[in-house]
């Protein structure tokens, strides 16, 4: 079965610090990935995905960015993180020919 | 006009109670469509995928209505467990999956 890992569970950065937070996929090859954020109240909002190595579509214009560096590994970064980068950061896979995305346990970052 | 939308609620239930949720949808080209349970500060795990002719597993009915554009869930005999933010997902295919902000259940004893 598929499993789906993604640290750290929690983190507080100071604004202007780097972020970097880590996803990766077990039991399936070539999924497609996600970055997800859920803001307080909000709905998911859909940040990067990707459908191979290297290849990551970015949704909205922001100071983050990621990386695939591996089939199954997805990292969300960004260099410098501004007040409004806290939220609940979610990865997510699924399979390259289905519809169904699986989360990871989340991130919850908090900006101070 | 956003593409997904939910009563955000709150809906508070007594127990053994059935509850229904509808969720409507802007593109009428979507492709697939699911119910997805979330409890307080987790992830959102699949409750159920759509399909066209309405399904059931166990306490839980979904239907989908695609003339009217709407995704519906009903909940029979509400357990406390049941409590949690049930989100409305549409999928219009080539990674174009919209969420709704979802509707909170809260069941009491």
């Known amino acids: 079965s598929q499993t789906i890992h993604q640290w750290p569970a929690t983190l507080v950065q100071p604004v202007g610090s780097p972020l970097s937070l880590e996803c990766t996929v077990e039991?399936?090859?070539?999924?497609?990935l996600y970055w997800y954020r859920q803001a307080a109240g909000r709905g998911l909002q859909l940040l990067f995905y990707?459908?191979?190595?290297?290849?990551i579509s970015s949704e909205v214009p922001q100071n983050l960015s990621a990386s695939r560096p591996q089939d199954r590994q997805f990292i969300l970064s960004s260099k410098k993180l501004l007040l409004s980068d806290s939220g609940f950061y979610l990865c997510?896979?699924?399979?390259?020919?289905?519809?169904?995305?699986?989360f990871g346990e989340g991130s919850w970052l908090t900006v101070v | 006009r956003k593409e997904v939308e939910q009563d955000p609620g709150p809906f508070n239930v007594p127990e053994g109670a059935t509850v229904a949720f509808n969720c409507t949808y802007s593109?009428?080209?979507?492709?697939?469509f699911f119910w997805y349970r979330q409890d307080c500060r987790k992830e959102p795990k699949l409750l159920m995928s759509?399909?066209?002719s309405g399904n059931e597993d166990g306490r839980f009915t979904a239907q989908l209505n695609r003339a009217s554009q709407y995704i519906s869930l009903l909940i029979r005999d509400s357990k406390l467990s049941d409590s949690a933010t049930y989100l409305c997902?549409?999928?219009?295919?080539?990674?174009?999956?919209?969420f709704g902000t979802g509707t909170r259940l809260t069941v009491i004893p």
């Open positions: 593109n009428s080209a979507s492709q697939s």
């Open positions: 759509v399909y066209s």
């Open positions: 990707s459908v191979g190595i290297g290849q």
């Open positions: 997510a896979w699924s399979f390259a020919s289905g519809n169904t995305i699986y």
């Open positions: 997902v549409v999928n219009n295919g080539a990674n174009n999956l919209f």
């Open positions: 039991g399936t090859s070539n999924p497609n």
